[in-house]
Nanobody, 116 residues
C-alpha cells in the first residue's frame, strides 16, 4: 500500500486546513485509515482514525475542531482541521492498516505550521 498526502502548509491561529491522503496498491482490504502527527521532540500520536465501516476516533485535543472523513470508493481519507492552534504544529502522517496489523503503512508526512 502506498500513501500520498497533500494539503499541509502555513496558517495563522484560528485558520483551517484540509489534508488529503490517497491510497494505492492492495487497498481492497484496508480496515482503518487515519492521521498521526509528530511535533519536534515529541512522540508520534494519533490524531484521528476512521474504519471502513465509518467508526471514528479522535484525540481529545482535537475533538470538536478536526473532522476525519473517508471515501472508500476512491481510497482517500481527509482531515478537516478548523480553529487551528500553534500546538497543532507538527508533521502529519497518513496511516493505513489491515485488520490486526500494527502499525500499518505510512505516508511521507506533510508539515502543518500554525503561527500565533
Amino acid at each position: 500500500v502506498q500513501l500520498v498526502e497533500s494539503g499541509g502548509g502555513l496558517v495563522q491561529a484560528g485558520g483551517s486546513l484540509r489534508l488529503s491522503c490517497a491510497a494505492s496498491g492492495s487497498t481492497f482490504a484496508i480496515h482503518a485509515m487515519g492521521w498521526y502527527r509528530q511535533a519536534p521532540g515529541k512522540q508520534r500520536e494519533l490524531v484521528a482514525s476512521a474504519t471502513r465501516a465509518g467508526t471514528t476516533n479522535y484525540a481529545d485535543s482535537v475533538k470538536g475542531r478536526f473532522t476525519i472523513s473517508r471515501d472508500n470508493a476512491r481510497n482517500i481519507v481527509y482531515l478537516q482541521m478548523n480553529s487551528l492552534e500553534p500546538e497543532d504544529t507538527a508533521v502529519y502522517y497518513c496511516n493505513a492498516r489491515y485488520v490486526g496489523q500494527y502499525p500499518g503503512y505510512w505516508g511521507q508526512g506533510t508539515q502543518v505550521t500554525v503561527s500565533s
